[in-house]
C-alpha cells in the first residue's frame, strides 16, 4: 500500500478519485429537474398546461416542470373530489409557496358548472325545510339543559362534557 491508498478503498484508488463522487451524486438527484419532459409525460394529452392531481411526489415534478416553462397559466383537474375544506396538504405547499413569494391565493366559484334551474332551487328549498325540521327534533332535548366544558389548563384539550339538567322555572 502506497501513501495515497486507503484501506477502503480499491486498491488502486487514491482519495483525490472519490472527492467527486458527492458532487455526482447531487448532480444525479438535481439533473432530472433540468430534463427535457417527453410529450405527455405530466400532461393531459389534450393540453400540456394541463396536469391531474394526485398525491404523489411525481405530482410536485410534473407541476414544477410545468411552471418552469413559464407558460401563461397550469391548470390542475382533480380526478377525486376535493373539498375546499380539506385541500391536500401537498397543494397546500403549493399555494403557501405562491402567496410566500408575493403572490394571491384566491376561491371563486365555478360558474361554468350547471345550474339546476328552477326545479332544482324548488327541491333544494324542500330538502333545506326538511332537514331543518330534522335537526330540530334531533336537536331540541338540548333545550332543557345547561353544557358545562370541562379541559385541561395546561393544554387546552377537552377532558369531558357534562349536559346538566336546567332548574324547573319558577
Known amino acids: 500500500m502506497n501513501g495515497h491508498d486507503h484501506p477502503m478503498l480499491p486498491l488502486g484508488r487514491s482519495r483525490n478519485t472519490w472527492v467527486w463522487l458527492p458532487w455526482l451524486l447531487l448532480a444525479l438527484a438535481v439533473f432530472p429537474v433540468w430534463w427535457p419532459m ?21 405530482f410536485d415534478l ?13 391548470r390542475i383537474e382533480f380526478p377525486s373530489p376535493v373539498n375546499v375544506n380539506g385541500i391536500p396538504g401537498r397543494m397546500d405547499k403549493w399555494f403557501y409557496q405562491v402567496e410566500k413569494n408575493g403572490g ?44 358545562v366544558i370541562y379541559y385541561d389548563k395546561s393544554n387546552g384539550n377537552i377532558t369531558y362534557v357534562l349536559f346538566v339538567h336546567k332548574p324547573p322555572k319558577s
Open 62 to 74: 410534473k407541476l414544477s416542470r410545468a411552471l418552469t416553462a413559464d407558460p401563461p397559466q397550469v
Open 38 to 58: 417527453p410529450a405527455g409525460a405530466a400532461e393531459t394529452k389534450d393540453d400540456p398546461n394541463k396536469i391531474s392531481f394526485f398525491d404523489s411526489s411525481s
Open 104 to 147: 394571491s391565493v384566491e376561491l371563486k366559484e365555478d360558474e361554468s358548472l350547471p345550474t339546476r334551474g328552477v326545479l332544482g332551487m324548488v327541491l333544494d328549498l324542500i330538502i333545506g325545510i326538511y332537514e331543518l325540521a330534522k335537526e330540530h327534533l334531533l336537536y331540541s332535548p338540548a333545550a332543557d339543559y345547561n353544557a
